[in-house]
């Protein structure tokens, strides 16, 4: 078996809130949309899930989305001043710099510096 590629579905609740949240504020690029889904260049789809999805369950949050970044605190910066909470700031760990929040739909992403 030869792997070309991946990509990490999101579900979310309402789609045209996380695609505002992924397109607007993070800057990813729509490469198809349609009702309940939209794919992302960046290797990224949301799927819009008829069933409610509860607050907090490790099973839904036992997938983080991780970004590679050029610079952690330009990006914290960048995303911070349009809106994005984070619950964990700049931090570094074994020489790697980090920094993590969710997305509108509760969804665990982190940014780590390349």
């Known amino acids: 078996m030869k792997v070309h590629a991946v990509m990490a579905v999101v579900l979310v609740q309402n789609i045209e809130r996380a695609l505002r949240f992924y397109r607007d504020i993070l800057g ?42 050029d610079d952690v605190h330009a990006a914290f910066k960048e995303l911070t001043q349009k809106g994005v909470a984070f619950f964990q700031a700049p931090t570094e760990e074994s020489g790697r710099w980090f920094a993590t929040f969710r997305d509108t739909e509760n969804n665990i992403l982190r940014m780590v510096q390349a």
């Open 28 to 69: 990813f690029t729509v490469q198809d949309e349609q009702e309940d889904w939209v794919v992302f260049q960046e290797g990224i789809a949301l799927y819009l899930t008829p069933e409610p999805l509860p607050e907090v369950n490790i099973n839904l949050n036992a997938v983080m989305i991780t970004l590679i970044v």
